[in-house]
């Protein structure tokens, strides 16, 4: 993750332990963990929640200076605002497990609907069908999209048709009711800016598997106090459970061959420590290992396993798609703009490049008013797909560039916008301890083995009777959300309670 090079505020996260309180075992032998949890995202945090206050010994192992993850609250100064570089919606407030906890916590919410204006060209105009673009797009993309790939009475999608097709095809409802060239095309920009839900260009997602997951409901949510809160929150559970947190450590090997009397251990290098130095390398034991490493890193530069994991499971790590979803944040003295708290900006028909899309099948690109939305001075710009990748690639001083020029353009044309305070940039494709953003099942070419949900289950799948598997990747019905994950350590907690007890159980029987 790179900024401006102002220095990272974070919350919730521990000084790094390098005597944590289970370091060391009687006379001084190494300690035996029951669980060592890889990864102090949500996932590992809430399973380490449910373990810990059980009375088991439980240890994470986190890369970072931070705990989190891809759960981020960035504080831009020294007066309370903030920004979420991560994650920063509850996704379906119906039965959703982080809905309940920001319930508890007296987090705020914010609900919004679209508003005129919501759309704007690239001259600062306000469309004439911007609403009914919008709404049609909104209802193409989450109903009648879902409908005709789950349910169509007539044959089933094949794996190879993208989710764009059907989108944009002459049929579509998307154009419904529009009847200018110029909607048409915006309703077609729009479209293509919806791969913000997938991470990737709609031509890379399944429209076979669109709609396939059985999800929360209800309205969406956005955090407008901050997802920090749910970060801070976990931590002070398990740390006041005993849980050990070792933080600036990135796993580079799990071990559990056999001939370790069925223990894993797993091994760590320090972040910063100092090269060559042999404390930079450390060993823990454990009766049993939780991955929650994203897809991501799985699939890029993963730990060494010992044995190698299994054939099947590489497959299937390396069929699921990654995407990427980064943010760009102009932060203000004060605000001066629209008080509308979300816009499209559509492409300029000319400069169809514009807005970072590519120039043969450009999409518009979304912002939050910051201010409208959680009283921060700022305008956050989602930059999804093919967009985030080549955002990834400009230097900071270019991004600024780009992203003032585009607020000039759309917010300010007929004066002179002022500068920004300052410019934040995510690259969590670039990040090594994410490598993307979140999962979504992608085309299969004719011929070559089909991805699909079954995927993600067999990544959720213990190994060998002692490494389990937790992450967004791992729910195929809450997939690419932060419930997912939270779902998931849930999941692998309940397996674990059940594999410890009936050891504990088993070593009692034989005293």
């Known amino acids: 993750m790179m900024t401006d090079g102002t220095e990272t505020a974070h919350y919730g996260a521990p000084t790094l332990q390098t005597n944590g309180i289970h370091e060391n075992g009687t006379n001084g032998t190494p300690a035996i963990y029951d669980v060592i949890i890889i990864g102090g995202g949500i996932s590992g945090l809430v399973a380490a929640q449910s373990l810990t206050k059980l009375g088991w010994k439980v240890l994470i192992l986190e890369a970072r200076d931070r705990l989190g993850g891809r759960v981020w609250t960035y504080e831009l100064d020294g007066d309370g605002h ?3 570089l991560g994650a920063s919606y509850i996704h379906g407030m119906d039965g959703n497990p982080i809905a309940e906890v920001a319930e508890k916590l007296g987090m705020e919410l914010r609900f919004y609907g679209p508003e005129p204006g919501i759309l704007r060209d690239h001259t600062g105009a306000v469309p004439p069908d911007d609403l009914k673009i919008f709404e049609n797009t909104s209802e193409c993309m989450f109903s009648h999209l879902k409908a005709l790939s789950q349910t169509s009475p007539h044959t089933a999608p094949t794996a190879d048709i993208p989710l764009i097709a059907p ?27 919806y791969a913000g839900w997938c991470g990737a260009d709609l031509g890379r997602v399944s429209f076979k598997w669109w709609g396939f997951e059985q999800d929360t409901q209800g309205r969406d949510g956005l955090v407008a106090s901050g997802y920090w809160r749910v970060v801070e929150w976990l931590e002070g559970e398990v740390v006041a459970a005993g849980t050990d947190i070792r933080l600036g450590e990135e796993v580079v090997g799990v071990d559990c061959a056999k001939e370790q009397s069925d223990r894993v251990t797993v091994t760590t290098t320090l972040v910063h420590g100092p090269a060559g130095a042999s404390c930079s390398i450390k060993t823990y034991t454990g009766r049993y290992a939780l991955i929650t490493l994203p897809l991501g890193v799985l699939q890029n530069r993963p730990p060494k396993f010992t044995p190698p994991l299994p054939q099947r499971r590489i497959e299937a790590t390396h069929r699921l798609g990654n995407g990427l979803l980064n943010k760009v944040i102009i932060y203000y003295d004060a605000a001066w703009w629209t008080d509308i708290d979300s ?19 450009p999409a518009a690109l979304h912002i ?3 201010w409208t939305l959680q009283k921060t001075p700022a305008i956050c710009f989602f930059v999804t797909g093919y967009a985030a990748e080549k955002l990834e690639k400009l230097s900071d001083p270019a ?3 780009w992203a003032t020029a585009i607020i000039q353009q759309y917010l300010s044309p007929t004066q002179i916008a002022p500068r920004p305070k300052q410019v934040l940039t995510t690259r969590w494709l670039s990040d090594p301890y994410t490598l993307g953003a979140y ?22 799948h213990c190994l060998w009777g002692m490494l389990f598997f937790a992450g967004e990747h791992t729910e195929p019905d809450q997939y690419a959300s932060v419930h997912a994950a939270w779902t998931s350590g849930v999941r692998e907690a309940r ?13 009692r029987s034989l005293v």
Not at 180 to 191: D, E, G, H, N
Not at 343 to 361: C, K, Q, S, V, W
Not at 447 to 460: I, V, Y
């Open 82 to 84: 903030k920004a979420d």
């Open 439 to 460: 999962s979504y099942i992608p085309i299969t070419a004719p011929g070559e083995p089909e991805a699909t949900p079954l995927d993600m289950l067999e990544m959720s």
């Open 399 to 401: 991004i600024e560039q």
């Open 368 to 370: 939050h008013n910051l």
């Open 495 to 507: 397996k674990l309670k059940v594999v410890l007890q009936a050891a504990d159980d088993k070593r």
């Open 343 to 361: 816009i499209y900006f559509l492409p300029d028909p000319d400069h169809p490049g514009n807005l970072l899309g590519r120039p043969t099948a």
């Open 167 to 193: 989108f944009l095809s002459a049929t579509s409802p998307l154009f419904d009711g529009l009847t200018s060239a110029t909607s048409k095309q915006q309703a077609t920009a729009l479209a293509r800016s």
